[in-house]
Every structure is written in structure tokens, then in C-alpha cells.
């Protein structure tokens, strides 16, 4: 544990850079973190009474696609957070590696490789979550109106978690951690729009996540496609 860093993940990805190896299970956590770090550069904000950590996974050969390595973190997120909550309360994952309940973004995962050691971030807002213009967030204790725990005592639940859904994804069929990630997402068929780096826009049907993990869609008025990068939001049914 440390008390204060930039992030959790820059920090290994130094240690690794300057020739440290990690056994699996190594997990650094930080109180308080001044540059969280998201996907293509974004910010996750770090309030102190949040969980953020870092750990690493070591590639094997015949491991599947990496790229999946992202729904794996995913489902170890879901199972923390699922038995913080109340079983009624709605959570679901979103591709490709968010966490929404009711709505709200609680959590984050960042993925990071150099050579064969993937360093594995997750965020997740349990006491506290920012007011951002552009998203619904949430926090545990905000959806089950007392949460007791500190960090401290979810990140050994965390590291279990994950320790149990990469044994799976490394001793099982793909197929398996496929459909346990697909039926945590919403719905076969939802409409969603998908926006890429450009900026351009697609709406399309949801049809799942293929072997390496990318998404599939039908756009609207074409053919069932793969998209392998791109941010996807939910469509009500109030949206054109
Ligand atoms: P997605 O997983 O939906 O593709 P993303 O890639 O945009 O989302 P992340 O990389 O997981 O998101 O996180 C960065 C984004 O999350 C930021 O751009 C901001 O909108 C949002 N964010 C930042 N800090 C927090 C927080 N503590 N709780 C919830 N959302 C946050």
C-alpha cells in the first residue's frame, strides 16, 4: 500500500520497464491517487476513501486473446461489487470494460501491456464518485445507503475474484467467460451508438463480443460488423 502516488498502473509499468518481474497476486493499492488515469488519456478521478489498485497478469503461452483480458477484469469487478450492494439493484457491464449500476459509472479498468506482463488497474468508487457533465456516476455507498468497508478489506475480495475468473479463462473454454461477461451486459439486440476516435457516430444493434473480445453490432441498414475500439452508449427508447 501506498499512501499517495500519480497511479497505481504508471508505477508498474516503471517497475516492469526497469526489469522488476511480479508473481501473480501482487496487488499495490494507493489511499490517495493525483493523475488516475482512463482509457485514451482520460482522467479517473481518485477520491480518498475509493478503491485504486494495480496488478499484473503474466501472459502464458496458450492463454487466449489478451484483448479479453478486459472482460476478465470486468467480471472480477462485477462479482466485488455485487456483494456490496442489494441483489435487487440493477448492474450490468457495458463493453468494453465499464461497470454501470443504476445507470452510474462505478467503476473503472485500464488495461495495459509491455511485453507479456499486462498491468490490470481498477478503480472503484465506493465511498464517493465525482458530479461529471458527461456521465451518470455512482458509489457503493451511495446505492446501498451505508456502506461499512473501507478499501482495505474489498481489495483481498477483488484479488480473489480475479485470481478465480483468470483460472476459468485460462482452464476453461473462451466460450465460458464469453457468455458469464455476456449475460452481465444488457440485452442481445439493444440499440446502441458507438462513436470512434473521429468522433463519427453509428447506431447499431448489439449482438454480443466475438473471440477476441471485440464487439459485434448490426449498424442500422448493414451488415453484423466487428468493432474493435470505440466508446458505446446505451440508447433509450426516447432517442431517435
Ligand atoms: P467505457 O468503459 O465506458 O468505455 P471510458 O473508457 O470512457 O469508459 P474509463 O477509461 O473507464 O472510461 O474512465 C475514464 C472516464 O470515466 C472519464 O473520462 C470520466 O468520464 C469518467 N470518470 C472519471 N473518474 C470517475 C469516477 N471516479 N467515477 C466514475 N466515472 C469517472
Request: negative net charge.
Amino acid at each position: 500500500m501506498v499512501e499517495e502516488t500519480g497511479s497505481t498502473n504508471a508505477d508498474l509499468l516503471e517497475r516492469l520497464a526497469e526489469g522488476e518481474r511480479f508473481s501473480e497476486g501482487y496487488w499495490l493499492r494507493a489511499e490517495r491517487q493525483t493523475s488516475g488515469r482512463g482509457r485514451l488519456g482520460r482522467k479517473w478521478e481518485s477520491q480518498s476513501g475509493n478503491l485504486m489498485c494495480s496488478t499484473v497478469v503474466n501472459l502464458r503461452p496458450g492463454d487466449p486473446s489478451p484483448s479479453t483480458l478486459s472482460l476478465v477484469t470486468g467480471l472480477a469487478v462485477f462479482d466485488t461489487v455485487k456483494r456490496l450492494l442489494f441483489d435487487d439493484t440493477p448492474m450490468l457491464l457495458k463493453w468494453p470494460n465499464d461497470l454501470l449500476v443504476n445507470d452510474g459509472k462505478i467503476a473503472g479498468i485500464l488495461l495495459e501491456r509491455q511485453g507479456d506482463a499486462v498491468v490490470v488497474g481498477v478503480g472503484i468508487n465506493l465511498d464517493e464518485a465525482p458530479d461529471l457533465p458527461d456521465r451518470r456516476t455512482t458509489a457503493v455507498s451511495w446505492e446501498n445507503g451505508k456502506f461499512a468497508n473501507g478499501p482495505e478489506s474489498v481489495l483481498p475480495r477483488l484479488a480473489a475474484n480475479l485470481a478465480t475468473r483468470l483460472r476459468d479463462w485460462r482452464d476453461e473454454p473462451l466460450s465460458h467467460t464469453l457468455l458469464e461477461w455476456t449475460v452481465r451486459s444488457h440485452r442481445f439486440n439493444d440499440r446502441i451508438r458507438i462513436t470512434n476516435s473521429e468522433g463519427e457516430v453509428t447506431l447499431a444493434r448489439y449482438r454480443g463480443i466475438d473471440q477476441d473480445g471485440a464487439l459485434r453490432v448490426e449498424p442500422l441498414g448493414a451488415h453484423e460488423t466487428i468493432v474493435h475500439a470505440g466508446d458505446v452508449t446505451l440508447r433509450w427508447h426516447d432517442e431517435e
